[in-house]
């Protein structure tokens, strides 16, 4: 069992910076995948960024590329997501994810996800 703990959200204005963290709880952190997904009103559930269990590998959903950078530490058991150049587009609930297995490339799909955290809400203004 994992708990994953988010901080960081808030309301900034287009074009500010905004830094999610996500603390794990209760389990090992090290061998799993992790991920940052958004849900905007109506909308479903979106994968933003994920890292592979070790930080060698990341991937960035289209509409973040370039502005948006996921990083972990293992030794912390925490996943960062860093948000800059923020557009009103980006206003939603941020949720981090684990990998449901262990050495994994992090989930790709909310479906993938074995826990979640409880969400903090970011929101744009422009």
């Known amino acids: 069992q994992v708990q994953l703990i988010e901080s960081g959200g808030g309301l900034v204005q287009a074009g500010g910076s905004l830094r999610l963290s996500c603390a794990a709880v209760?389990?090992?952190?090290?061998?799993?995948?992790m991920g940052w997904f958004r849900q905007a009103p109506g909308k479903e559930r979106e994968l933003v960024a994920v890292?592979?269990?070790?930080?060698?590998?990341?991937y960035y959903a289209d509409a973040v590329k370039g502005r948006f950078t996921i990083s972990r530490d293992n030794f912390k058991n925490t996943v960062i997501l860093e948000m800059n150049s923020l557009k009103p587009e980006d206003t939603a609930i941020y949720y981090c994810?684990?990998?449901?297995?262990?050495?994994?490339?992090?989930?790709?799909?909310?479906?993938?996800?074995?826990?979640w955290g409880q969400g903090t809400q970011v929101t744009v203004s422009s």
């Open positions: 209760g389990r090992t952190f090290d061998p799993y995948g």
């Open positions: 890292s592979n269990w070790n930080g060698a590998s990341t």
């Open positions: 994810g684990s990998d449901s297995g262990a050495y994994g490339p992090g989930p790709q799909h909310h479906t993938d996800v074995g826990y």
